[in-house]
């Protein structure tokens, strides 16, 4: 059987070193590249202790990844480094999953808004698919750039998509509040993740100037056809992993519970990675998993649905994620190495 070969550039950071996990023991294929600047030379496992014996490869520069023959590239690098790397490889013949929100959205207009930055490789965006396999499943399959979705965007986008998609929902009435665990922030550590400031504690971030407010509004909107704005607040969780979103919104016209329950069976029907929960989702029932969990209902009392979603940040949020992208990039079967069962307790 043809094994395909993978880098992953970024794997001594969080979701770097997960895709090493999902990749590692994926049937068709072989890692060839992990890359780190600040630890080249080591061992992968030395960084990785999990990983001892089992992937004890040394980490390279990134630059060696320019002159190898790869077949998938996954950036799991911040934004704005993400960019100048798929620059630099655009001529490469391999194809590129970008786990930054480099590529995510519409324009490098849009861009500069929100990420403050100007965008160095503005002609990515006229290549660039967005990844949520769920709603584009046929343009992944063709795309050489993948802009995989950010970790709440994917709880956020999946958690409404089918509102949109049905046409039901009033326009700027959602309200999507959204807990994050600590992996989200990256493996450097910084004030806002400082043991000291979030051990017992909790608190909401980026009120209102979010960058990923931008993202599920731009995705929402590209379904219902319409200019919707989103009221997004992000909050910092004392977890390790795991990501939950209650949505609310206000619909055109009063529902039935079943019927919300037909829009989103009609709408995830034969959608192997979407969990469609009677009762409310929690962290731990998607930890170490590729599952979205979805609960939708409908408050009769306010005349409001109320969906709430859960998935783990470091892989439906980021690195399965990916590896999806990758099986439908690569004409694989699209859950081959993502049938882990999650981790509870
Ligand atoms: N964590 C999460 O839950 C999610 C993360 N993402 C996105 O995925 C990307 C990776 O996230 P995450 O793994 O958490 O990040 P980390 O901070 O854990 O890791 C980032 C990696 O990037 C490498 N890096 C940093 N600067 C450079 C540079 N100038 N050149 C080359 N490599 C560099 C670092 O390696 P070294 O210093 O060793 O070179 C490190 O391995 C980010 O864009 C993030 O926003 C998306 C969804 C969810
Ligand atoms: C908890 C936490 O800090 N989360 C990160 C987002 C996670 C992420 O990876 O998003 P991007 O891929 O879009 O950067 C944040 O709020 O900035």
Redesign the pocket.
């Known amino acids: 059987m043809k094994k395909y070969k993978i880098a992953i ?10 895709l090493a996990r999902l990749l590692a023991r994926h049937p068709q294929v072989e890692i060839t590249a992990i ?6 030379g080591k061992l992968f496992s030395d960084l990785h202790p999990q990983f001892f014996g089992i992937l004890d490869m040394s ?1 390279v520069s ?1 630059e060696s990844v320019s002159n190898s023959e790869v077949d998938i590239i996954f ?5 704005k ?2 960019m ?2 798929a620059a630099k490889w655009k001529n490469l013949s391999a194809k590129i999953i970008d ?4 590529f995510r959205l519409s324009s490098p207009e849009v861009y500069k808004d929100w990420y403050l930055k100007e965008h160095t490789f503005p002609e990515g965006f006229k290549n660039a698919v967005y990844g949520l396999p769920e709603l584009f499943a046929d343009r992944i399959a063709k795309a050489s750039l993948v802009a ?4 709440y965007p ?1 709880a956020s986008i999946l958690a409404l998509a089918p509102l949109f998609a049905e046409g039901v929902v009033e326009s700027d009435s959602v309200i999507i509040d959204a807990k ?2 600590l ?6 550590a910084s004030e806002a993740t400082h043991f000291s400031n979030v051990n017992e504690n909790f608190k909401a971030y980026g009120i209102g100037v979010h960058r990923h407010t931008i993202e599920i509004e731009e995705q929402l909107s590209a379904l219902g056809h319409f200019n919707s704005t989103i009221q997004f607040t992000p909050h910092l969780l004392p977890v390790d ?1 795991g990501i939950l979103v209650t949505a609310y919104a206000t619909l055109k016209n009063p529902v039935k519970q079943n019927q919300l329950d037909e829009i989103y069976q009609k709408f995830y029907r034969g959608k192997t990675f979407v969990r469609l929960r009677n009762s409310p989702p929690g962290i731990k029932d998607v930890r170490g998993s590729h599952y979205c969990d979805i609960f939708p209902t409908w408050d009769e009392r306010t005349q409001r649905v109320i969906i709430i979603s859960a998935i783990d ?2 892989l439906k ?2 690195a399965s994620q990916a590896v999806h992208n990758m099986n439908l990039m690569l004409g694989m079967e699209e859950s081959i190495g993502l049938n882990q069962i999650p981790l509870r307790p």
């Open positions: 550039v970024g794997a001594s950071g969080f979701t770097g070193s997960e890359t780190s600047e600040t630890h080249t980490l990134a950036l799991a690098l911040p934004h480094i993400s100048e790397y786990l930054s929100g480099d995989n979705p950010g970790c994917t994050s665990g992996t989200g922030a990256g493996i450097k992993r940040n470091l949020g980021a």
